[in-house]
């Protein structure tokens, strides 16, 4: 951990930390309606812009911190004890290391994901989003969400809007030690938004997204123009959100995703997430938006397609991509155990 770093979490955490005590915590994965692509500081991962999301509602991951009573870290994931040479358990234990800060409080973390594993979604939003809050609870620690969003930036910077359901907005913050950079839940509900989840390719993507956006604002001669427009974007689509303008909303989140895409293939060399059959994907909604289908597509960094939608439209996109799986973000089931929703 950098020293601004740990300046952060010394900031804002007891010198001390007490024992922990068991405890569990959860958190829904979400998709960006405006993305984050780009860092103004890699060291404390601030974005160069803000953005927005909305959770998956079940769709998520449940951590448990313990004690650990034979003195050694230990990770589990899915019931399955990891080795601790293995990439996951490596970066919890890590991000564990940021609370402890040198102390020996040797710990057990496990980790369940509902994240379906064909899904082909990144379950890091929910995971360290789930884990910040396990381990303020381990430890007892009275932290505000905006503290917690803070925190969770650094194990993943969409974890920061992961700590709610529904509608939430990442403030890309102006001070240079990062203190502003966190996100907030929108309080607009919206019960008739749906998503669609349409699987291209769930195996691993050719480059990571930290070093394909390391790439893309290196050497991306569209990418100028991008943080400005995107920061618009992210302001539009919560307008559009306050206002339920379902069309504004859909045709900005669209366009900024494409937008998003488009810097990356201008990069030298070329970084292409999207593959031919995403494409397909589009070509078939826009036909079909042509038609009166009121719904649009967003793609983060990796080349399945999400749809957004409203309920009356259910039945047309099950017809036009009958193997997507439908999410309901404010549904009934929209809830974790404990977990806060607008």
């Known amino acids: 951990m950098t020293d601004r770093a740990r300046a952060i979490f010394d900031a804002v955490l007891p010198a001390r930390l007490p024992d922990p005590v068991s ?9 960006a309606l405006s993305k984050y692509w780009g860092k103004r500081d890699a060291g404390l991962n601030l974005p160069l812009n ?10 998520g991951t449940t951590t448990r911190v313990e004690p650990a009573r034979d003195g050694t870290d230990a990770v589990w994931l899915n019931g399955a004890r990891l080795a601790p040479e293995t990439g996951f358990a490596r970066k919890v234990v890590a991000f564990a290391d940021r609370f402890r800060r040198g102390q020996t409080l040797p710990l057990h973390v496990r980790t369940e ?54 509608f ?39 480059q990571s997204s930290r070093d394909g956006m390391g790439h893309t604002v290196a ?20 307008a559009a959100i306050e206002a339920r303008d379902f069309i504004r909303l859909g045709e900005v989140t669209e366009a900024n995703a494409l937008g998003m895409h488009a810097t990356m293939i201008a990069a030298r060399p070329a ?29 983060d960094a990796g080349a399945n397609v999400k749809l957004v939608f409203l309920e009356g439209s259910t039945s047309r996109i099950a017809e036009l991509f009958p193997d997507a799986a439908i999410v309901e973000p404010f549904g009934a089931a929209a809830k974790f155990p404990g977990q806060p929703r607008p």
């Open 219 to 238: 050497t991306s001669p569209l990418f100028a123009g991008w943080p400005a427009q995107a920061e618009a974007d992210c302001a539009a689509i919560e």
């Open 113 to 166: 994901n509902t994240i379906p594993t064909a899904a082909g979604l990144a379950s890091s939003a929910s995971g360290f989003a789930a884990l910040t809050r396990a381990l303020a609870g381990s430890f007892g620690l009275d932290l505000a969400d905006d503290t917690l969003s803070m925190l969770a930036r650094f194990g993943s910077g969409s974890a920061t809007r992961s700590l709610w359901h529904g």
């Open 50 to 59: 803000s953005s927005l999301s909305i959770s998956l509602a079940e769709w």
């Open 271 to 299: 970084l292409a997430y999207l593959k031919p059959e995403s494409w397909q994907v589009l070509d078939r909604l826009w036909a079909a938006r042509r038609d009166g289908l009121e719904a649009y597509a967003t793609m």
């Open 168 to 206: 939430a907005r990442w403030e890309r913050g102006t001070r240079e030690d990062g203190t502003d950079s966190f996100a907030r839940p929108l309080p607009e509900v919206w019960p008739e938004f749906r998503i669609a989840i349409v699987r291209v390719d769930t195996g691993p993507k050719s």
């Open 23 to 31: 405890f569990s915590a959860a958190a829904p994965s979400n998709i």
